[in-house]
């Protein structure tokens, strides 16, 4: 159930940074839904084994690097969903500091309704 959460917020939150012009651009809804399933799928294939081969550099920049991996994660998407775009390698960067946001707050929501 709370990775349906997580799916939904996430798409939440692309349509409105599509919306407010933040350098990601949605064709249509549809769009942004295929764009966060896609999302949701390079996260849990690719994202740990980038996380894997650039844990030297996470270690060196205290986990900063991070966020590096997730706006590529985030460019990766842009690259494979036809109608879902993000302009660069900055936008990209703030949308997934954007996006690790409401993940964190929905997970911690999450967690304080299951006690």
Do not use: C, D, Q
Not at 6 to 15: E, G, Y
Not at 17 to 43: D, F, K, P, Q
């Amino acid at each position: 159930m709370r990775r349906l959460w997580l799916w939904f917020f996430t798409a939440v939150t692309l349509f409105v940074m599509a919306h407010l012009h933040m350098g990601i651009e949605a064709t249509s809804l549809g769009r942004v839904i295929v764009a966060s399933i896609v999302l949701g799928l390079v996260n849990l294939v690719v994202r740990p084994i980038v996380k894997l081969l650039t844990l030297p550099l996470t270690l060196i920049t205290l986990g900063l690097f991070g966020w590096v991996v997730n706006a590529l994660m985030l460019w990766l998407v842009s690259a494979l969903v036809p109608g879902f775009r993000v302009a660069g390698f900055v936008p990209a960067l703030e949308a997934s500091v954007i996006l690790g946001i409401v993940s964190g707050v929905v997970n911690w929501v999450i967690r304080r309704r299951s006690r």
